[in-house]
């Protein structure tokens, strides 16, 4: 049987005092997370890993927290290529920072986190940065 995999981990949008600004951005990143592929033939992101919510009070203060997870058959062998879909999603978004956590039954855990320059970043803005820290906590046991 193959290994596994867990992918999960959160982005961040940017509080605002604007409510309209707020609405749109929300409403914008919706909207690309809607086009997100659905049912089994995705590649490496699937509409149904993330979640949000949407109503005020509710989970939803003044900063939006888009949050994701999936389970994979050793996706670390094509980590490149996962990364390259999640950085095109992020170019597409409104947000603040992005965290993502990899959890491996040979390699132990990664941890990569994504932060604007100027802390927010806005759809088709500028290259991404990305900061990758490494913990080895041991296998995922079965």
């Not at 509409?47 to 389970?71: K, W």
């Amino acid at each position: 049987m193959e290994s596994e995999s867990i992918v999960y981990g959160c982005i961040r949008d940017w509080p605002s005092d604007d409510p309209e600004l707020r609405r749109l951005r929300r409403e914008t990143n919706h909207g690309v997370l809607a086009e997100l592929p659905s049912g089994e033939l995705w590649p490496f992101l699937g509409r149904e890993m993330f979640s949000f919510c949407e109503l005020p009070g509710a989970g939803l203060y003044q900063t939006q927290v888009i949050h994701f997870g999936a389970s994979y058959g050793a996706v670390e062998y094509e980590w490149n290529l996962w990364i390259e879909a999640f950085e095109a999603l992020l170019k597409r978004l409104y947000w603040a920072s992005a965290v993502v956590h990899l959890e491996t039954e040979l390699n132990g855990m990664h941890t990569f986190r994504w932060e604007s320059d100027n802390g927010f970043h806005s759809p088709q803005e500028g290259a991404l940065r990305v900061r990758c820290a490494w913990e080895r906590e041991g296998a995922l046991r079965g």
